[in-house]
C-alpha cells in the first residue's frame, strides 16, 4: 500500500513538471519580421591618461579587438555594435582603472531562465549583431598588453611593447611590432609582419603565416600549414600535419624545422654559411647548394655548406615529407 502510495506521488511530479516545461517552451516565440528588421547601434567611447610604465588588459567574449598607437598621452577606447536591439541589450562594458593599469571587459550579460531548452544554445549565438569592434588607441611605447578573445578577431599595429594575445577561434594579425610576442589561436589563422623580438606563436588548428621578421621565433601547429618569408634571424618550428616553409634573408644561430607528415621547404641565400642536418624517414631530401658531406644515406644528410666555421646550424626533420634546401639570391 505504501509502495503504492509513494508511485502516485512520483508520478504526480513528473506529470507536473511535464506541463511546467512544456508551458515554457510556449513562451520562446519566433520574432515577427517587423522585429527582425528592428536594428540599431550601440556607441561607447572613454579615453584615460597613459604613461610607458602602463599595463593594458582586455578580455572580450564576442567583439573584435583592434589596438593602434597614436601620439597623444592617453588611452582612447572605443565600442560599437550594431545589430538588434533586443541584442544589444545583452552588452555589458566595463573599465577598471589602477595605478598604470587599465582592464577592459566586453561581455554578454548573464541570463538566468528556468527550464527553456533553447537557451542551452545562447552562449554559441551571435544572431542578431552585424558587427562589433573594441578599438583602443593608445602610446606606441606601453609595459605590457594582454588581449583575451572568446570569439572576434584580434590585430594589432605599430607599438614597441610586449604582447599576450589569445583567441578562441578568431584570427589574429600583428604589423609592425617590436617586442616580445606571445600569440596562440584555438583554430584561427595567424599572420605576422614587418615585426622584431622574440617570438612564440601557437594554434591549434589554423595555418600561420609571418613575414619580414627580425629575431627568434618559435612557432607550433597542431595542423595547418607555417609559412615564414625573408626572415632576418632563427625559427623553431613544428606542425603535426601541415607543410612547413621558410624563406631566409639571414639565418642566424640554430634553426630547428619538424613535421609530422608535411613536407618542409626551406629557401636560403646563394652564399649561405651554414651546417646543415636534414632527416626524413618517407619522403626525399634534396639540396640545391655545394655540400661538405659528413654523413649521407636514403634518409638522412649531414654537411657543411659554405665556411666551416659559421656559427648557424639550420636542422629539419619529417617523418614522411620532403625536404629541400633550395638556393635563391636575395638581397642581404
Given at each position: 500500500?505504501?509502495?503504492?502510495?509513494?508511485?502516485?506521488?512520483?508520478?504526480?511530479?513528473i506529470?507536473?513538471?511535464g506541463?511546467?516545461?512544456?508551458?515554457?517552451?510556449?513562451?520562446?516565440?519566433?520574432?515577427?519580421?517587423?522585429?527582425?528588421?528592428?536594428?540599431?547601434?550601440?556607441?561607447?567611447?572613454?579615453?584615460?591618461?597613459?604613461?610607458?610604465?602602463?599595463e593594458?588588459?582586455?578580455?572580450?567574449?564576442?567583439?573584435?579587438?583592434?589596438?593602434?598607437?597614436?601620439?597623444?598621452?592617453?588611452?582612447?577606447?572605443?565600442?560599437?555594435?550594431?545589430?538588434?536591439?533586443?541584442k544589444?541589450?545583452?552588452?555589458?562594458?566595463?573599465?577598471?582603472?589602477?595605478?598604470?593599469?587599465?582592464?577592459?571587459?566586453?561581455?554578454?550579460?548573464?541570463?538566468?531562465?528556468?527550464?527553456?531548452?533553447?537557451?542551452?544554445?545562447?552562449?554559441?549565438?551571435?544572431?542578431?549583431?552585424?558587427?562589433?569592434?573594441?578599438?583602443?588607441?593608445?602610446?606606441?611605447?606601453?609595459?605590457?598588453v594582454?588581449?583575451?578573445s572568446?570569439?572576434?578577431?584580434?590585430?594589432?599595429?605599430?607599438?614597441?611593447?610586449?604582447?599576450?594575445?589569445?583567441?578562441?577561434?578568431?584570427?589574429?594579425?600583428i604589423?609592425?611590432?617590436?617586442?616580445?610576442?606571445?600569440?596562440?589561436?584555438?583554430?584561427?589563422?595567424?599572420?605576422i609582419?614587418?615585426?622584431?623580438?622574440?617570438?612564440?606563436?601557437?594554434?591549434?588548428?589554423?595555418?600561420?603565416?609571418?613575414?619580414?621578421?627580425?629575431?627568434?621565433?618559435?612557432?607550433?601547429?597542431?595542423?595547418?600549414?607555417?609559412t615564414?618569408?625573408?626572415?632576418?634571424g632563427?625559427?623553431?618550428?613544428?606542425?603535426?600535419?601541415g607543410?612547413?616553409?621558410?624563406?631566409?634573408?639571414?639565418?642566424?644561430?640554430?634553426?630547428?624545422?619538424?613535421?609530422?607528415?608535411?613536407?618542409?621547404?626551406?629557401y636560403?641565400?646563394?652564399?649561405?654559411?651554414a651546417?646543415?642536418?636534414?632527416?626524413?624517414?618517407?619522403?626525399?631530401?634534396?639540396?640545391?647548394?655545394?655540400?661538405?658531406?659528413?654523413?649521407?644515406?636514403?634518409?638522412?644528410?649531414?654537411?657543411?655548406?659554405?665556411?666551416?666555421?659559421?656559427?648557424?646550424?639550420?636542422?629539419?626533420?619529417?617523418?614522411?615529407?620532403?625536404?629541400?634546401?633550395?638556393?635563391?639570391?636575395?638581397?642581404?
Amino acid at each position: 500500500m505504501n509502495v503504492k502510495f509513494l508511485i502516485f506521488i512520483l508520478t504526480g511530479f513528473i506529470f507536473a513538471g511535464g506541463l511546467l516545461l512544456c508551458s515554457n517552451i510556449k513562451i520562446t516565440e519566433t520574432p515577427l519580421e517587423e522585429e527582425l528588421s528592428d536594428t540599431n547601434e550601440l556607441k561607447i567611447s572613454k579615453s584615460f591618461k597613459a604613461s610607458p610604465k602602463h599595463e593594458i588588459i582586455i578580455e572580450s567574449s564576442i567583439a573584435d579587438v583592434i589596438m593602434q598607437s597614436h601620439d597623444a598621452n592617453e588611452i582612447e577606447v572605443n565600442f560599437y555594435v550594431k545589430g538588434l536591439s533586443q541584442k544589444l541589450k545583452e552588452f555589458d562594458v566595463s573599465f577598471h582603472e589602477e595605478e598604470n593599469r587599465l582592464t577592459i571587459k566586453v561581455k554578454r550579460k548573464k541570463k538566468v531562465r528556468i527550464l527553456n531548452f533553447y537557451d542551452l544554445f545562447d552562449l554559441f549565438q551571435v544572431e542578431g549583431i552585424e558587427a562589433s569592434q573594441l578599438v583602443v588607441k593608445a602610446p606606441d611605447s606601453l609595459s605590457n598588453v594582454v588581449i583575451k578573445s572568446s570569439g572576434g578577431d584580434i590585430k594589432i599595429q605599430n607599438f614597441t611593447s610586449n604582447f599576450e594575445l589569445s583567441s578562441a577561434g578568431g584570427d589574429i594579425q600583428i604589423e609592425e611590432l617590436n617586442g616580445e610576442i606571445y600569440a596562440s589561436s584555438a583554430g584561427g589563422d595567424t599572420r605576422i609582419r614587418n615585426c622584431r623580438g622574440d617570438s612564440e606563436i601557437k594554434t591549434a588548428g589554423g595555418d600561420i603565416i609571418v613575414s619580414q621578421y627580425q629575431g627568434k621565433i618559435e612557432i607550433e601547429s597542431s595542423g595547418g600549414d607555417i609559412t615564414v618569408n625573408k626572415l632576418n634571424g632563427s625559427i623553431f618550428a613544428f606542425s603535426a600535419g601541415g607543410d612547413v616553409k621558410v624563406e631566409f634573408a639571414l639565418p642566424l644561430g640554430t634553426t630547428k624545422l619538424s613535421t609530422a607528415g608535411g613536407d618542409i621547404t626551406i629557401y636560403a641565400p646563394s652564399n649561405l654559411n651554414a651546417y646543415v642536418d636534414l632527416e626524413s624517414s618517407g619522403g626525399n631530401i634534396k639540396v640545391d647548394f655545394p655540400t661538405r658531406i659528413e654523413k649521407k644515406s636514403s634518409f638522412e644528410l649531414k654537411g657543411w655548406i659554405g665556411k666551416q666555421n659559421s656559427e648557424t646550424t639550420i636542422k629539419a626533420s619529417s617523418s614522411g615529407g620532403d625536404i629541400e634546401l633550395i638556393s635563391k639570391d636575395m638581397n642581404i
